[in-house]
């Protein structure tokens, strides 16, 4: 199989192509409209091979062209400098159209990383000028945007301080109906951030004893309680007003319980640096808490406020992703129109679920909503899960 | 670096056979398998090699439809959720390269990315499990052919859905689909594998979602070389299915319509609840009747072995015919329906316990055949007649066009975007 397809390749070959596996064509690349033109081969020979038609081009726009021809394991490629990400293309598969990347580069040694091919790398010489230095380089973008979610961060801690005194206000009054409804519109806030739960360990605790750690003290449910710790925070408010239907001291001894949390978790967060990777992680953890404790209906177990959490966990992966979505637009800008188009779908849906008579703005989650809708809610996040779970891989990578 | 280097080696336990010990009997002392009312050596395609590998790539129809029925299957369907051509072409690219990669019993891509903040492409369960006679069939829904993605002029000359039928019992939860696939292998966690992983792509392209699954553990059929297996009812299922290559090309490869659609066929798939409880409580002279067979030989009940061609006029000293006029052998019959035929490729499925106690299983029937009017022709019958409908009942139905084979370098169906 390997000769015939040899033959067929040096048949139907890209100029100057060399059909033997990785070796270019040393001289630099043709010109076009001033732009150096680069094509990249993806065959099935020697178990997956990458050949670039040459392997040096003068300093300036290169462009270049990926065909997969017959490589069934190989399914993108990049262009690195330093293990760097400089540009790439995915969804590479044997019979597709042609596609291909622009970038402006300067003199120096490149690698194309073919991941699956039998040689993974390949080097690409530029010649001639070095690059100037890069003003706004997709890392400072990234480091701009932790930046702006640092702040996102504090503001809906903010208002999650002013939502629980209102609710601590209500449940001090004995006021049973206003606490429940209070209750549904405190809960959006927490869910927004809560995948930023690794940092919210109060100074002095381990991380490991959950009598220090905010997100136990703040949201833990009663399926995963600590003994030793105890029940604190939303979830036991909740059991208070929904199952119970009664506030009794032991709620106000909860309610001023979660206050002080609340305000601790805002000193916490004031503290936070965030690299461009943590709110990549951080989305796609948030997308896996809708998955894990929202559809099936677990997270809000006595009220069954969850589509509030689930929009609050949605929101929060959002606003995450926005704040990387200048620099990811440059790196891979399908994978930002794509999640961003997931993100519509599962907008447009929740949109479905609104009802702004009820308190927190959703209707709630009954266990018949879930046996019917479930199914449709589930797959729309998985639709988002598997395209957001590559961010932080490129935005860790992304070029200096 | 996850390429798999020993996939060629065969795995220590790697010639397994239903009937071992009379395997070793037989290949050790003539004389005594001789001695054996049985056959001592099983027919080639009975012999388990979990190193087997089936080609992806061809000149005629996928893998899967003639290939001898592996011993497991997973089955999904997908709704697509792209609205573009380009959508559906990229997935069904993705799709068959990944399917080439998968038979072979490679990864689809790195397991263990070096990159700590990577996430893996390929699952990897079923890293050093082998091909084990993988393959993986892919069928296009009616939703492929309209107007949505401009390919209403390319629509399989019989394709359309299936029309409801006596019995139907549909569940919206067991039918429909825009594309299906179809795993089969002989370690179900390969075939699980292969289905999870292909299912991840179409989320990761946001192309198409999940929407029903059925995991058969048991072939239900044979193919040439195989001995005919048994369903859940205890009953050798498949005796007189298309085996033959005039066959074949007769009732089951597409001669006309589009050219693309030659070597291509209609996949007709029915999920059948069987009503285990109530059979095995049922005395076997009705268990026989019902099927118009023997339960241990599968002989017609007209005759003595498995393949003696049923005598449906024959009646007994009562003056009745010996196979009932309600037994499913004869409703089903060649004979009986204008010479028609159908390549039967079902598997058993089980699904645990069902919400009021019982055994929940059956029969996840998958037919192949040129004209999907052939299957209703058939089923429409047997819907309205069949002994058996007391005991089981169709819930789920779908139907697909099942393109043929690609070359190296396409992908399946690609000859549909022309």
């Given at each position: 199989?390997?000769r015939?397809?040899?033959?067929?390749?040096?048949?139907?070959?890209?100029?100057g192509?060399?059909?033997?596996?990785?070796?270019?064509?040393?001289s630099a690349?043709?010109l076009?409209n001033?732009?150096?033109?680069?094509?990249?081969?993806?065959?099935?020979?020697?178990?997956g091979s990458?050949?670039?038609?040459?392997?040096?081009?003068?300093?300036?726009?290169v462009?270049?062209?990926v065909?997969?021809?017959t490589?069934?394991?190989?399914?993108e490629?990049?262009?690195?400098?330093?293990?760097?990400?400089?540009?790439?293309k995915?969804?590479?598969?044997?019979g597709?159209?042609?596609v291909?990347?622009?970038?402006?580069?300067?003199?120096?040694?490149?690698?194309?990383y073919?991941?699956?091919a039998?040689?993974e790398?390949?080097e690409?010489?530029?010649?001639?000028e070095?690059?100037?230095?890069?003003s706004?380089?997709?890392?400072?973008?990234?480091?701009?945007?932790?930046?702006?979610?640092?702040?996102y961060?504090?503001?809906?801690v903010?208002?999650?301080?002013?939502?629980?005194?209102?609710?601590?206000?209500d449940?001090?009054?004995g006021n049973?109906?206003?606490?429940?409804?209070?209750?549904?519109?405190?809960r959006?806030?927490y869910?927004?951030?809560e995948s930023?739960?690794d940092?919210?360990?109060?100074?002095?605790?381990?991380?490991?004893?959950?009598?220090g750690?905010?997100?136990?003290?703040?949201?833990?449910?009663?399926?995963?309680?600590d003994?030793?710790?105890?029940?604190?925070?939303?979830?036991?408010?909740?059991?208070?007003?929904?199952?119970?239907?009664?506030?009794?001291d032991?709620?106000?001894?909860?309610?001023a319980?979660?206050?002080?949390?609340?305000?601790l978790l805002?000193?916490?967060?004031?503290?936070?640096?965030?690299?461009?990777?943590?709110l990549?992680?951080?989305?796609?953890?948030l997308?896996?808490?809708?998955?894990?404790?929202?559809?099936?209906?677990?997270?809000?177990?006595?009220s069954?406020?969850?589509?509030?959490?689930?929009?609050?966990?949605v929101?929060?992966?959002?606003?995450?992703?926005?704040?990387?979505?200048p620099?990811?637009k440059?790196?891979?800008?399908?994978?930002?129109k794509?999640?961003?188009?997931?993100?519509a779908v599962?907008l447009?849906?929740?949109?479905?679920?609104?009802?702004?008579?009820a308190?927190?703005g959703?209707k709630?989650y009954t266990a018949?909503?879930?046996?019917?809708?479930?199914?449709?809610?589930?797959?729309?996040?998985?639709a988002l899960q598997?395209?957001?779970?590559?961010?932080?891989e490129?935005?860790?990578?992304?070029?200096? | 670096?996850t390429?798999?280097?020993?996939?060629?080696r065969?795995?220590p336990?790697?010639?397994?056979?239903?009937?071992?010990?009379?395997?070793g009997?037989?290949?050790g002392?003539?004389?005594?398998a001789a001695?054996?009312?049985?056959?001592?050596i099983?027919?080639d395609q009975?012999?388990?090699d979990?190193?087997?590998?089936?080609?992806?790539y061809?000149?005629?129809?996928?893998?899967?439809?003639?290939?001898?029925p592996?011993?497991?299957?997973?089955f999904?369907?997908?709704?697509?959720t792209?609205?573009?051509?380009?959508?559906?072409?990229?997935?069904?690219?993705r799709?068959?390269?990944?399917?080439?990669q998968?038979?072979?019993?490679?990864?689809i891509?790195?397991?263990?990315?070096?990159?700590?903040?990577?996430?893996?492409?390929?699952?990897?369960?079923?890293?050093n499990?082998?091909?084990a006679s993988?393959?993986?069939?892919?069928?296009?829904?009616?939703?492929?052919?309209?107007?949505?993605?401009?390919?209403?002029?390319?629509t399989?000359?019989?394709?359309?859905?299936?029309?409801?039928l006596p019995s139907?019992?549909?569940k919206?939860?067991?039918t429909g689909g825009?594309l299906?696939?179809?795993?089969?292998a002989?370690?179900?966690?390969?075939a699980?594998?292969?289905?999870r992983?292909?299912?991840r792509i179409?989320?990761?392209?946001?192309?198409?979602s999940?929407r029903?699954?059925?995991?058969g553990?048991?072939?239900?059929?044979?193919?040439?070389?195989?001995?005919?297996?048994?369903?859940?009812?205890g009953f050798k299922?498949g005796?007189?299915?298309?085996?033959?290559?005039?066959?074949?090309?007769?009732f089951v490869?597409?001669?006309?319509?589009?050219s693309?659609t030659?070597?291509?066929t209609?996949q007709?798939?029915?999920?059948?609840?069987?009503?285990?409880?109530?059979?095995?409580?049922d005395?076997?002279?009705?268990?026989?009747?019902?099927?118009?067979?023997?339960?241990?030989?599968?002989a017609p009940?007209?005759?003595?072995n498995?393949?003696?061609t049923?005598k449906?006029a024959?009646?007994?000293e009562d003056g009745?015919?010996?196979?009932?006029d309600?037994?499913?052998?004869?409703?089903?019959?060649?004979?009986?329906?204008?010479?028609?035929?159908?390549?039967?490729?079902?598997?058993?499925y089980?699904?645990?316990?069902?919400?009021?106690?019982l055994?929940?299983?059956?029969?996840?029937?998958i037919a192949?055949?040129?004209?999907?009017?052939?299957f209703?022709?058939?089923?429409?019958?047997?819907?309205s007649s069949?002994a058996l409908n007391?005991?089981i009942?169709?819930i789920?139905?779908a139907?697909?066009?099942?393109?043929?084979?690609?070359?190296?370098?396409?992908?399946?169906?690609?000859?549909?975007?022309?």
């Open positions: 199989m390997t015939s397809l040899t033959v067929l390749l040096a048949g139907t070959a890209l100029v192509l060399v059909a033997t596996a990785n070796a270019a064509n040393n690349a043709p076009k001033g732009v150096s033109q680069v094509g990249i081969t993806l065959t099935g020979d020697n178990g990458c050949v670039l038609s040459h392997s040096a081009a003068k300093a300036g726009p462009t270049f062209s065909t997969n021809k490589a069934t394991g190989i399914t490629i990049e262009l690195q400098s330093d293990n760097r990400i400089l540009g790439e995915e969804n590479l598969a044997p597709l159209p042609t291909s990347f622009t970038l402006t580069l300067g003199g120096g040694k490149y690698q194309i073919c991941p699956g039998r040689q790398t390949v690409f010489t530029v010649t001639g070095a690059a100037a230095a890069p706004g380089s997709t890392a400072d973008i990234f480091a701009t945007g932790t930046k702006g979610y640092a702040k961060v504090n503001g809906v903010d208002d999650m301080m002013t939502a629980v005194d209102r609710l601590k206000t449940i001090d009054a049973l109906p206003q606490a429940q409804a209070d209750y549904a519109r405190a959006p806030f869910e927004r951030i930023s739960v940092g919210f360990v109060m100074p002095g605790f381990k991380a490991t004893d959950n009598a750690n905010l997100d136990y003290l703040i949201d833990m449910r009663a399926s995963n309680l003994q030793k710790v105890g029940w604190h925070g939303f979830h036991a408010i909740e059991r208070d007003l929904f199952q119970n239907k009664q506030i009794t032991e709620t106000k001894k909860l309610a319980e979660l206050q002080k949390n609340v305000k805002d000193q916490v967060t004031r503290s936070l640096n965030y690299k461009p990777e943590d990549a992680n951080g989305a796609a953890e997308l896996e808490e809708v998955q894990r404790t929202k559809i099936n209906g677990e997270e809000e177990s006595y069954h406020y969850d589509l509030i959490d689930f929009a609050g966990n929101e929060g992966a959002q606003q995450a992703f926005a704040f990387l979505e620099g990811i440059k790196i891979d800008p399908d994978l930002a794509q999640i961003n188009d997931r993100f599962v447009k849906l929740l949109d479905g679920y609104r009802d702004s008579k308190p927190g959703f709630v018949e909503m879930k046996t019917s809708d479930g199914a449709k809610l589930g797959r729309s996040i998985q598997e395209p957001m779970s590559k961010v932080a490129k935005v860790a990578t992304a070029s200096k | 670096m390429r798999r280097t020993d996939t060629r065969p795995h336990a790697a010639q397994l056979s239903r009937r071992g010990l009379l395997v009997a037989g290949l002392t003539a004389g005594l001695a054996h009312a049985t056959p001592a099983p027919n009975d012999v388990v979990l190193t087997r590998r089936y080609p992806f061809g000149k005629a129809e996928q893998a899967g439809i003639r290939t001898p592996q011993r497991y299957v997973f999904m369907t997908f709704d697509l792209t609205n573009e051509r380009s959508g559906l072409q990229l997935l069904l690219a799709w068959s390269a990944s399917i080439a998968l038979m072979k019993g490679e990864t891509g790195q397991v263990e990315p070096q990159r700590a903040n990577g996430v893996g492409f390929d699952t990897g369960e079923a890293l499990l082998g091909a993988l393959t993986v069939t892919v069928g296009l829904g009616p939703k492929v052919f309209t107007t949505a993605y401009g390919l209403a002029a390319q399989p000359l019989l394709f359309r859905e299936l029309n409801t139907d019992a549909l919206p939860a067991f825009d299906s696939l179809q795993a089969c002989d370690d179900p966690q390969v699980y594998h292969a289905i992983d292909l299912a179409a989320k990761d392209t946001g192309t198409a999940t029903w699954a059925v995991m553990f048991g072939r239900a059929s044979a193919g040439k070389g195989q001995s005919t297996p048994r369903n859940l009812l299922d005796t007189r299915n298309i085996k033959d290559d005039a066959d074949f090309d007769r490869w597409v001669k006309d319509g589009p693309w030659r070597h291509g209609y007709v798939v029915r999920k059948i609840k069987m009503d285990i409880e109530n059979w095995d409580t005395r076997v002279s009705d268990q026989n009747n019902v099927f118009g067979r023997h339960k241990v030989s599968g009940l007209t005759g003595k498995e393949f003696d049923p449906f024959q009646a007994g009745k015919p010996v196979i009932p309600h037994a499913h052998v004869r409703l089903a019959a060649h004979e009986n329906n204008d010479g028609l035929k159908i390549l039967r490729r079902s598997y058993n089980t699904e645990g316990i069902n919400e009021v106690g055994l929940d299983a059956g029969l996840l029937f192949y055949q040129n004209d999907p009017a052939h209703e022709t058939l089923q429409a019958k047997l819907g069949d007391e005991y009942s169709h789920g139905s139907v697909f066009f099942a393109p043929p084979a690609p070359h190296v370098g396409s992908y399946i169906g690609e000859g549909l975007f022309v």
